[in-house]
C-alpha cells in the first residue's frame, strides 16, 4: 500500500485528505517512480479549486517531483529501474509516495542534482527557460519587469536573467521579499503596496519602459503590466495568482502601443521527449555552473499538504516549498 493526496470534490484546502492507496502498475510506456521529495505549485491551488477541472473525480494532485524509478512498462527503452529521476508533467498524483506516469515526461537526474533540488526546481525552473530562452529569446540588454520576484519561479528567473546579462526589475510585497530579489539578481525592487509601479517603471527605466512582463498574478496586474511595457513590447501572462484575465478587449493592445500579448505554459513548449530533455539539459547545466541556486525555504510533510498550499495562497512563502515523505 501507498500513501496519497486526493480529493472529490472542488473546494478550500479543507477538501484534500491522505488516504491509502495501491500503485499502478506501469502500462506500456509507462514508469512508475517512488517519490523522494514533491514540489508545490500555484496550478495545484487551481486544480483543487475547479479553476482547471480535474479529469475526474476523486482526484490525485500535483504533478511535480523526484526520486527513483521502481517499475518500467514495456517498450521504455531510456529509463531502467533504480534510476534516479525527476519530472514536472503528466498526470495528477505527484502528491503520493509511488507515481506513474509516461516515461516521456520523466528526465534523468544528474548526480550533482539532489532530490529535493530536482523536486523544488523541475516545474519552475522549466518554466523560467521557455520563458526567458523560446518566448522572448533574450540575448542581454534587455530590461523586463518579473512579478512575484521572490516567488518560486520569479527567483529563478532572477538568477537566470542576471546570468543572460538583462535587467530585471522585479515587483514583491515586503521588504523582506525586496532584499531575496535582490541577492537573487534583480537590479531594482518595486515593492507594490507601497509604491506605484507604473511610476517606478517609468522612473527607472527614464521612460523607456520595458521589452517584455512576465505577469504570473493574473486579473490583478493585468492592466498594470500592459502600463509598463514600450510601445510593441510583450505581455507574457503565464498565471492566475490574483484569478484569470477575462473580458480582455483587444483593441487596447493597440491603444497603448501595438503591444503583444502570449499566454504561455509548459506544456506548450515540453512537447515531445526531445524538447524536453534539451530544456531540463540547459537547466541543469545552470544548476551545476551555481549561475542558479535553489532556495528551499519551506518543507512540510505530505499530510500537511494543504497548510503548505493555504501558505502559498496567502503569499507568506518565499522560493520553493516541498513535500516530504
Known sequence: MSQRIQFSRPGGPEVLELVETTPADPGPGEVRVQNKAIGLNFIDIYVRTGLY??????????????????????????????????????????YSDYHTLPADKVIALPRAVSFETAAACMLKGLTAQYLLRQTYPLRGGETVLWHAAAGGVGSIACQWAQALGVRLIGTVSSAEKAELARRNGAQEVIDYRSENVVERVREITDGAMCDVVYDSVGKDTWETSLDCLKPRGLMVSFGNASGPVEGVNLGILNQKGSLFVTRPSLNGYATTRERLETMAGELFAMLESGRVSIDIAQRYPLSQAGDAQRALAERRTTGSTLLLL
Open 53 to 94: 477541472p480535474a479529469p475526474s473525480l476523486p482526484s490525485g494532485l500535483g504533478t511535480e517531483g523526484a526520486g527513483v524509478v521502481d517499475a518500467v512498462g514495456k517498450g521504455v527503452t531510456h529509463l531502467r529501474e533504480g534510476d534516479r529521476v525527476a519530472y514536472a508533467q503528466g498526470p495528477l498524483g505527484a
